[in-house]
Structures are given as structure tokens and as C-alpha cells.
């Protein structure tokens, strides 16, 4: 297992998802003092291995027919895109 590239996957994804959507509904479910938390974590824990999951069998499915610059590049653009959707978004 190459080190470096866990904790550089584990640091973006992590700063990623940190204030998100899904850490606040999460968080939200959580504050309902009649739910398990324990059940809430591990829901919640489920659901991001299965995401992740599908992202890996995704990006590695794309990465046979689609150069990786091109991923790469689209990624960047996608990326770009949304924040401005956001920034747009919040304006109004």
C-alpha cells in the first residue's frame, strides 16, 4: 500500500467533505436526542463507503476508455463550474 497517496486522498477527501452537505445532514441527525448515535455513524459510514465505492468503479471504468488528462481536465472544469453555480446561487 503506497502511504503517501493514503494520506493524500484521505486529507483531500477529508477537507472536501468537511462543512458539506452531508456532514451537516449527518450532523442534524445526530442532534435528535432520541436516536442512537451509534446508529447514526455507522449509517453515515455505510453510505460514504458506498459512494466511494461507486466513484472508484466509476473513475476506473472511465479511465479505460478516457485519457487521464482529459479526466483530469474535465474534473478541474466540473469543479470550477459548480463553484460558480454556488457563488451565483448565493447571490441571489
Same mark, same amino acid.
Given at each position: 500500500m503506497d502511504i503517501k497517496l493514503l494520506l493524500i486522498v484521505f486529507g483531500t477527501v477529508f477537507i472536501a467533505e468537511l462543512g458539506d452537505k452531508t456532514q451537516l &445532514?449527518?450532523?442534524?441527525? =445526530?442532534?435528535?436526542?432520541e436516536?442512537?448515535?451509534l446508529?447514526?455513524?455507522f449509517a453515515a459510514c455505510a453510505a460514504l463507503? &458506498?459512494?466511494s465505492a461507486i =466513484?472508484?468503479?466509476g473513475g476506473a471504468m472511465l479511465a479505460r476508455y478516457i485519457n487521464e488528462t482529459h479526466l483530469r481536465l474535465f474534473a478541474?472544469?466540473?469543479f470550477i463550474v459548480i463553484g460558480c453555480?454556488?457563488?451565483w446561487g448565493a447571490k441571489s
Amino acid at each position: 500500500m503506497d502511504i503517501k497517496l493514503l494520506l493524500i486522498v484521505f486529507g483531500t477527501v477529508f477537507i472536501a467533505e468537511l462543512g458539506d452537505k452531508t456532514q451537516l &445532514a449527518t450532523l442534524l441527525f =445526530a442532534a435528535d436526542k432520541e436516536v442512537s448515535k451509534l446508529t447514526i455513524f455507522f449509517a453515515a459510514c455505510a453510505a460514504l463507503i &458506498a459512494s466511494s465505492a461507486i =466513484a472508484v468503479v466509476g473513475g476506473a471504468m472511465l479511465a479505460r476508455y478516457i485519457n487521464e488528462t482529459h479526466l483530469r481536465l474535465f474534473a478541474g472544469v466540473l469543479f470550477i463550474v459548480i463553484g460558480c453555480w454556488t457563488l451565483w446561487g448565493a447571490k441571489s
